[in-house]
């Protein structure tokens, strides 16, 4: 059963960073695919930022420039960096991997909040 662990949310002022971790139980080469959606109370989860296993990536509009999404193939983690936040990125944020099945593998979420 292969596992996505996140950490990293939390309690963040507007315009400032936070950096979201997604560790894997295997080598992340075994998806085609990862990425971070998140999902706002009463609202629809959507997909935040994308990076395929060669390296392209993809990203919401409202986060571009902003967010980078990243892969260290050695420690098998994916990350989301998030700078100028604010306070419409509040949301709970979710790992997501995609196999070669395809079958879509989900973390538990990590809440992330940015209020002054």
């Known amino acids: 059963q292969v596992q996505l662990v996140e950490s990293g949310g939390g309690l963040v002022q507007p315009g400032g960073s936070l950096r979201l971790s997604c560790a894997a139980s295997?080598?992340?080469?075994?998806?085609?695919?990862m990425g971070w959606y998140r999902q706002a109370p009463g609202k629809p989860r959507e997909l935040v930022a994308g990076i395929t296993s060669g390296g392209s990536t993809n990203y919401e509009d409202s986060v571009k420039g902003r967010f980078t999404i990243s892969r260290d193939n050695v420690k098998n983690t994916v990350y989301l960096q998030m700078n100028s936040l604010k306070p419409e990125d509040t949301a709970v944020y979710y790992c997501n991997a995609l196999t070669r099945g395809p079958v879509d593998i989900w973390g538990q979420g990590t809440q992330v909040t940015v209020s002054s």
């Open positions: 295997r080598s992340i080469f075994w998806f085609t695919r």
